[in-house]
C-alpha cells in the first residue's frame, strides 16, 4: 500500500510570511499533483509534476518534485489570506491495474490571517 | 462544457437504510473515480469504472458498496445498509483519456450523513 504523509496538518500564518508544505513517502510515483479545496467543493488541480528534480512556478505558489520521485514541496512567497483553504498532495500510480489512480496525503489547513 | 455533476448534494440517511449517489461525469469523458473524504482528511480512493466495466475497486469495502457505470446514464454508488461510519463526503472524479497523468476533474461531492 503506498501512503503519502503530508505535513503539517495544520499552518496559521500571518499575511506576507513565505511558508513550506511538505509531501513524503517511501514509494516511487509516476507523477505528484498538488490540489486546492474549498469547503464543500471538491478538490481543484494545482499543478502535476512529472520529472525527478522538477521545479514548476505558479505566480507565488513554487512545486517541487523530489529527484527519486518520491517526495514534494509546495511552497508559497508572501501568502494572502485568499490563499487560505485544505492543500492535497496526491501521487498517480504508474503500475499494474492502478490505471492513474489516487493516493492524498492528509491534507494542510491553511490559514492565513490579515 | 458542464462540469462533473453529482448529486444529491446533501443526503441525509437512518442506519440501516440505503444511500444511492449519483455522478455524470464531464462530456466526452468514460473514466469515473470515486473517492471518499472523513473530515480534515484526504480522500481515499474507493473504485475505477469505464462504461459498463468496473477496473479497479481495491478500495471499495466488499460489503455493503457497489459501483456502476451504465452505458446510458450516470455512475451510481450505492451504499447498503448504511452505518454511522460511513458519513463523509463522497466525490467523483472523471478524465477522458487513459493516460495517467491527465488532469482529473473533481465534482462538488455528495454529503453522507447517517443519523
Known amino acids: 500500500t503506498q501512503l503519502l504523509e503530508q505535513s503539517p496538518q495544520f499552518l496559521s500564518i500571518q499575511e506576507g510570511e513565505n511558508l513550506t508544505v511538505y509531501c513524503n513517502s517511501s514509494?516511487?510515483?509516476?507523477?505528484l499533483q498538488w490540489y486546492r479545496q474549498e469547503p464543500g467543493e471538491g478538490p481543484v488541480l494545482l499543478v502535476t509534476?512529472?520529472?525527478?528534480?522538477e521545479v514548476k512556478k505558479l505566480k507565488r505558489l513554487t512545486f517541487q518534485f523530489g529527484d527519486a520521485r518520491k517526495d514534494s514541496s509546495l511552497h508559497i512567497t508572501a501568502a494572502q489570506t485568499g490563499d487560505t483553504g485544505l492543500y492535497l498532495c496526491a501521487g498517480v500510480d504508474a503500475g499494474g491495474t492502478s490505471y492513474g489512480k489516487l493516493t492524498f496525503g492528509q491534507g494542510t489547513i491553511l490559514t492565513v490571517h490579515p | 462544457n458542464a462540469g462533473v455533476m453529482q448529486n444529491p448534494r446533501h443526503l441525509v440517511r437512518r442506519r440501516g437504510q440505503e444511500a444511492r449517489l449519483r455522478c455524470s461525469p464531464m462530456k466526452g469523458h468514460s473514466h469515473v473515480y470515486w473517492y471518499r473524504q472523513l473530515p480534515e482528511e484526504g480522500l481515499k480512493f474507493m473504485v475505477y469504472?469505464?462504461?459498463?466495466?468496473?477496473?479497479?475497486e481495491s478500495g471499495m469495502p466488499k460489503e455493503r458498496f457497489s459501483a456502476e457505470f451504465p452505458k446510458e446514464g450516470p455512475s451510481i454508488l450505492r451504499i447498503q445498509q448504511v452505518v454511522r461510519g460511513d458519513s463523509a463526503a463522497y466525490f467523483c472524479a472523471s478524465k477522458p483519456n487513459l493516460g495517467t497523468n491527465e488532469k482529473l476533474f473533481f465534482g462538488s461531492g455528495t454529503q453522507l450523513s447517517v443519523l
Open positions: 514509494s516511487v510515483f509516476s507523477s
Open positions: 509534476v512529472v520529472t525527478g528534480g
Open positions: 469504472l469505464q462504461k459498463e466495466n468496473i477496473i479497479d
